[in-house]
């Protein structure tokens, strides 16, 4: 009895038609950052120590993530990043950082360099957006000292928008991306005023 079940099974899914829908394979989306220009690290300078970048609520998926024009949030099961968003944005803040010229080492915790400053913060946002709603991207940071009383040298929020220019998940990732780059020039010039 068991066995004519077990053979019945294949022919009751084709029945359902589940047999007839197409493999969706999952795509897995880098994060890269461009920076305009590298400059050399600074001689005698700062070391930076960058922590962990905590992720935002429902931040924590892996799944591309599109807010609606009822502004409800989509995230995608086939469309995702390679590891999660704030991993990615946490490395490539820490290479942005590193080829400013602003310091003379950007490292991460656990390294024997001993840092001036350390910096923490939160990856608040990171999504595309139905269109012609804009991408967004937004991290919280603040900059302490990382030696005796730790004065607070820089608390913040930045945020960037920037506009999808076509449908599907590789213009979603570009604009994310462009967003990111705005909100890194931003943080660049912050630090920039306080060095």
Do not use: N
């Amino acid at each position: 009895m068991k066995r004519r079940l077990v053979l019945a099974a294949p022919l009751a899914l084709a029945g359902c038609g589940l047999s007839s829908r197409p493999y969706a394979e999952k795509r897995q989306w880098p994060l890269v950052v461009a920076r305009p220009a590298a400059l050399p690290p600074r001689p005698h300078g700062r070391v930076l120590e960058l922590r962990t970048l905590r992720a935002g609520p429902g931040l924590e998926s892996r799944g591309l993530q599109t807010v609606q024009a009822d502004g409800s949030i989509r995230t995608a099961f086939y469309e995702e990043w390679i590891a999660a968003p704030a991993e990615l944005v946490e490395d490539q803040l820490r290479r942005w950082l590193a080829a400013s010229g602003l310091f003379a080492a950007v490292v991460s915790p656990g390294s024997r360099a001993l840092p001036d400053w350390a910096m923490e913060g939160e990856l608040t946002a990171l999504w595309a957006a139905t269109p012609p709603l804009p991408a967004r991207a937004a991290i919280g940071l603040t900059v302490v000292g990382a030696r005796g009383a730790a004065p607070v040298v820089l608390q913040q929020r930045f945020v960037a928008t920037r506009a999808q220019t076509a449908p599907g998940s590789q213009a979603a990732v570009a604009a994310q991306e462009a967003a990111l780059a705005e909100v890194f020039t931003a943080i660049e010039a912050a630090l920039r005023a306080v060095v």
